[in-house]
């Protein structure tokens, strides 16, 4: 459904550029945020999700997919913006708010000061990102609890996904990533990811194409060496030499294979046996193990 089939259209996509490129572009997000929804099983008729607005481009391509697919039939829950502000110098407090007046969208704004949090208890020299994230999550979890939310709906694409995957594999010594959907550690919240399968690069172009007033996170963005930073740039290197790489590892992340792996926990490696040798057994002949 394009927007010149509608009588009347939501604020949020009012302005959208009319070129073919572009409804290409917003057709493919919506398709994949979609695929990633049902895929994943996030839909709870008529429940409340609280969305989380950074100012960033992955949060506003989510905010405007999901009203698109409410706007469709296609999403039943009712939709709940919300931005933490955590209190970092400069932080430009008014421009979210007057953008999600501006559209008509249902938001909460809640001031929390965890920026001082972390820069007392962080050493120097040591990367903000997991104290952060730790006090941010915090926040909106009580945050959706207070307004009734089911689900705490997060802007991570398929990029961050692939970048934690390598992250957690160089420096954490596991397989492991982002899933695109999970319950909290108290079991009262889902957390999901609609843009699990959308890339950062289709993010970065409708954010851009649709004009939003981006906020830059300068607190973790002022220091360099970051691990995600040093990954970022070898998966673009990786792409560069071989484009679409980046979604055939994605691809990877869907099609694992325990008995392929090195992890008895997850494949019982003890109780494999061979179909010979349970005839072997039946026998009460001693197999031979080649």
Known sequence: ?????????????????????????????????????????????????????????????????????????????DLLACNLDQGQPNFPATVLPAFLEKMGVPHRIEYQDTYSIVKDKVPAGRTYCALCSRLRRGNLYRIAREEGCSAVVLGHHRDDILETFFMNLFHGGRLATMPPKLVNEDKDLFVYRPLAHVAEEDCEKFAKAMNYPIIPCDLCGSQDGLQRQQVKQILDQWEKNSPGRRQVMFRALTNIRPSHMLDPKIFDFLGLERDSLKLDEKNENIPILR
């Open 1 to 77: 459904m394009l927007d010149e089939d509608l009588d009347d259209i939501h604020p949020l996509f009012h302005g959208a550029p009319s070129t073919a490129s572009f409804k290409k572009l917003r057709k493919r997000i919506v398709r994949h945020t979609r695929e990633a929804i049902e895929q994943y099983g996030m839909i709870e008729r008529d429940a409340r999700w609280l969305v989380c607005l950074s100012g960033g481009k992955d949060s506003y391509t989510l905010l405007a997919v999901l009203y698109e697919l409410k706007w469709r039939g296609l999403l039943p829950v």
